[in-house]
T-cell receptor
C-alpha cells in the first residue's frame, strides 16, 4: 500500500541553527498535507498545513515546502530553540477515499543541543 | 482549559479485563477519532465518528469498540484486553469540512 515515510528518524540541531525535516509520500492523489509536533508526554500539536495547489507556506518560524514532482514534503524551522525538541510527524490526506483520512508517518525526533 | 481531554491519562490493567477510555471535547467539532501509537510507528486509526449516529471502523478496529454518547463525547472500549494492546491512545477531533485534526493529551495503557 501507499504510505508516508520520513527519511531520518533522529535529527540533532544546534540551538540557533535552522532545522529541516523531510517526508516522502507516495500517494499521488493526496491533496492535503499537515505537520504535527509531539512533545514528550503530550498529544500531537498542529504546526502547519499545505494543500497540493501550493508549493510553499509560511508560519511563525516554520515553512512547509511541497514538491509534487518527487512527492516530497519538508518542514523548516528557523532559529531552532530548545523548545523545538520533539517528535515531528507529517501526514497526508488520502483523497481517494470518500473522506479525508489522514495517513501518518512514523515521525522524526528532533534534538536541539546548546 | 484543554479543548480535548482524555481520561484516564494512565492505566494499568490485566489481560482479559474490560476497560474504557474516555474523550471529551469543547471545540464543538462533529468528527471524532481514536488512534493508537506504538513506538516507531505512526498513528493508526481505530475508529472514527462523523456525528452521534455515525460510527466507522478504522484500520485496526479488532478488539476495540466505541460509543459516541454525545457530540462532545467519544469513548473507546477494550472488551478483553490483551498485552499487545499496550500503547498510547489518542483521541482527536475535526470540523466536518476540514482535514485538520486536533489531538488530546493521550492515555498510556499497559496490559499485563
Amino acid at each position: 500500500g501507499e504510505s508516508v515515510g520520513l527519511h531520518l528518524p533522529t535529527l540533532s540541531v544546534q540551538e540557533g541553527d535552522n532545522s529541516i525535516i523531510n517526508c516522502a509520500y507516495s500517494n499521488s492523489a493526496s491533496d492535503y498535507f499537515i505537520w504535527y509536533k509531539q512533545e514528550s508526554g503530550k498529544g500531537p500539536q498542529f504546526i502547519i498545513d499545505i494543500r497540493s495547489n501550493m508549493d510553499k507556506r509560511q508560519g511563525q518560524r516554520v515553512t512547509v515546502l511541497l514538491n509534487k514532482t518527487v512527492k516530497h514534503l519538508s518542514l523548516q524551522i528557523a532559529a531552532t530553540q530548545p523548545g523545538d525538541s520533539a517528535v515531528y510527524f507529517c501526514a497526508e490526506n488520502w483523497a481517494t477515499d470518500s473522506w479525508g483520512k489522514l495517513q501518518f508517518g512514523a515521525g522524526t525526533q528532533v534534538v536541539v543541543t546548546p | 482549559d484543554a479543548d480535548v481531554t482524555q481520561t484516564p491519562r494512565n492505566r494499568i490493567t490485566k489481560t482479559g479485563k474490560r476497560i474504557m477510555l474516555e474523550c471529551s471535547q469543547t471545540k464543538g467539532h462533529d468528527r471524532m477519532y481514536w488512534y493508537r501509537q506504538d513506538p516507531g510507528l505512526g498513528l493508526r486509526l481505530i475508529y472514527y465518528s462523523f456525528d452521534v449516529k455515525d460510527i466507522n471502523k478504522g484500520e485496526i478496529s479488532d478488539g476495540y469498540s466505541v460509543s459516541r454518547q454525545a457530540q462532545a463525547k467519544f469513548s473507546l472500549s477494550l472488551e478483553s484486553a490483551i498485552p499487545n494492546q499496550t500503547a498510547l491512545y489518542f483521541c482527536a477531533t475535526s470540523e466536518a469540512s476540514q482535514e485538520t485534526q486536533y489531538f488530546g493529551p493521550g492515555t498510556r495503557l499497559l496490559v499485563l
